[in-house]
C-alpha cells in the first residue's frame, strides 16, 4: 500500500527556502555546531559519572534505587540528544560517524536499527496514518486513533495510562525490538543476519552490566538489583512517552485512514502540521535538555537537520505558516499535557 503526499506547494517551497537562507545567512551548516558539540560532551561524561556512581558509592538500597533513576535520567538525555539526531543522520555529515553515535542506543538497552525501522520508517513517513504509522498501533491496551475499533476498558484508559507509559521503555527494549524486526520490511527485505546478531548480543551486554555486573559488584541480592532496574526503566519510561505522546495524541491533531493506494490532499510540511504539534518550541531550558523532541513539527518536516538549530527554525516555520494561513499549533507543557489526557478520555468513549 503506497502512500503519495500532494506535490510540492507554495507553502513548502517558502519555507524550504527560508530555512535554507537562514544556514546561508548565519554561515551554519544543518549538522552540529561547537555548541551542539560541548552538550554532547558533557551529557556523554555527566552518563559516564552515573554508572561509576553505581559501581563506586556504597549506599544503602533506597540510595543505590536513587542513584539508578539518576543514571536513567542521564540516559534520556542521551537518547534525547544524542542517539535520537544519529539515527536520523542529523549529528554530523559523516554517516559513519552517525551510525557510531547512533548504536548509543544499544549501549543503554535499545537496538539502533530497530528504532530506525520503528521510527523513521514506522512512525516519521506515515505520522498518524491508520493502518501505517507503527505508534499509533497501541491496541488493546490503549486506544488513541479514532480508527481503531473501541472496547470497554477503554474508558478507563486516562486513569490507568500513567503506570502503563513507566512500562514503555521496558516494552521497547525487551519485546517492541524484536517485534519492528519481525514486522517492518523496508522494500520487502528482511534485516540482515548482523542486524539480528548485533540486537541479541547488545540485549546481553546491556542486561550484563546493568544487572548481572552490578548485583556481583553491589552489596545487594540479585532481586534488589532488579527492583532498582525496573524502577529506572519506569523513569525513563515515564518521561519518553509524555514528551513523545503528547506532541502527537491530542484532539487538534488530525487522523487518516488509508485503505489503498492513496495521495493524501496535503504536501509533506502540510500533513505534519496536520498531525503534530510544538510544545514550548523556543524554551532554550526544553531544547537543551529534550534535544529538541519538543518542537516536533520542523524536525518532522526536516529530519536530517540537528536539533540545535530547532529554536530558530520553529520560529521561521511559525511566522510562514501564520503567512500562507498554515495550522501551526504550539503549546506550554502543562496545555499539551492537558490536552493529551483529554484526548485519552474522548478516545475511550
Same mark, same amino acid.
Given at each position: 500500500m503506497a502512500i503519495q503526499f500532494k506535490s510540492t506547494d507554495v507553502f513548502q517551497k517558502i519555507l524550504l527556502q527560508r530555512v535554507n537562507e537562514y544556514f546561508k545567512n548565519n554561515n551554519v551548516g544543518k549538522y552540529a555546531n561547537g555548541a551542539m558539540i560541548v552538550k554532547m560532551v558533557c551529557i556523554i561524561i555527566l552518563w559516564i559519572l552515573s554508572i561509576i556512581s553505581i559501581f563506586t558509592i556504597k549506599t544503602t538500597f533506597p540510595g543505590y534505587v536513587f542513584l539508578y533513576v539518576l543514571h536513567g535520567l542521564c540516559s534520556i538525555? +542521551? /537518547?534525547?540528544? $544524542?542517539?535520537?539526531?544519529? +539515527?536520523?543522520?542529523? &549529528? #554530523?555529515?559523516?554517516?559513519?560517524?552517525?551510525?557510531?553515535?547512533?548504536?548509543?542506543?544499544?549501549l543503554l538497552g535499545g !537496538?539502533?536499527?530497530?528504532?530506525?525501522?520503528?521510527?523513521? /520508517?514506522?512512525?516519521h513517513n506515515f505520522t498518524n $496514518?491508520?493502518?501505517?504509522?507503527?505508534? /499509533?498501533?497501541?491496541?488493546?491496551? #490503549?486506544? /488513541?486513533?479514532?480508527?481503531?475499533? @473501541?472496547?470497554?476498558?477503554?474508558? #478507563?484508559?486516562? &486513569?490507568? $495510562?500513567?503506570? @502503563?507509559?513507566?512500562? @514503555?521503555? %521496558?516494552a521497547l527494549i525487551l519485546v517492541i525490538d524484536f517485534v519492528v524486526m519481525f514486522k517492518i520490511k523496508p522494500g520487502g527485505k528482511k534485516p540482515a543476519v548482523k542486524e539480528w546478531m548485533i540486537l541479541f548480543c547488545s540485549k546481553f551486554i546491556y542486561l550484563g552490566y546493568i544487572i548481572l555486573a552490578l548485583a556481583y559488584f553491589l552489596q545487594l541480592t540479585l532481586f534488589e538489583v532488579i527492583i532498582c532496574f525496573f524502577v529506572m526503566h519506569a523513569v525513563i519510561g515515564f518521561f519518553i512517552s509524555l514528551v513523545l505522546l503528547s506532541s502527537h495524541f491530542i484532539?487538534?491533531?488530525?487522523?487518516?485512514? +488509508?485503505?489503498?493506494?492513496?495521495?493524501?490532499?496535503?504536501?509533506?510540511?502540510?500533513?505534519?502540521? %496536520?498531525?503534530? $504539534?510544538?510544545?514550548?518550541?523556543?524554551?532554550?531550558?526544553?531544547?537543551?535538555? @529534550? *534535544? *529538541?523532541? !519538543?518542537?516536533?513539527?520542523?524536525?518532522?518536516i526536516l529530519p536530517n537537520i540537528c536539533h540545535i538549530h530547532f529554536i530558530p527554525l520553529s520560529k521561521i516555520l511559525r511566522h510562514t505558516a501564520e503567512e500562507y494561513n498554515m495550522p501551526y499549533i504550539a503549546f506550554t507543557f502543562k496545555q499539551a499535557l492537558k490536552e493529551h489526557f483529554i484526548f485519552l478520555k474522548k478516545m475511550g468513549r
Open positions: 538525555l +542521551v /537518547i534525547f540528544n $544524542i542517539s535520537h539526531d544519529a +539515527v536520523h543522520q542529523a &549529528l #554530523f555529515r559523516n554517516k559513519f560517524i552517525n551510525n557510531i553515535f547512533g548504536y548509543s542506543f544499544n !537496538n539502533k536499527y530497530s528504532w530506525y525501522l520503528k521510527h523513521n /520508517i514506522g512512525h $496514518i491508520h493502518g501505517k504509522d507503527i505508534d /499509533i498501533e497501541t491496541a488493546p491496551l #490503549f486506544r /488513541i486513533s479514532p480508527y481503531t475499533p @473501541l472496547k470497554k476498558h477503554y474508558r #478507563f484508559q486516562h &486513569l490507568y $495510562i500513567l503506570p @502503563l507509559y513507566c512500562f @514503555l521503555s %521496558l484532539e487538534h491533531a488530525s487522523y487518516y485512514k +488509508v485503505v489503498a493506494d492513496s495521495k493524501l490532499s496535503s504536501s509533506w510540511p502540510e500533513h505534519q502540521l %496536520l498531525t503534530t $504539534i510544538d510544545i514550548a518550541p523556543e524554551n532554550k531550558m526544553a531544547n537543551l535538555l @529534550l *534535544g *529538541g523532541l !519538543n518542537a516536533n513539527i520542523i524536525h518532522h
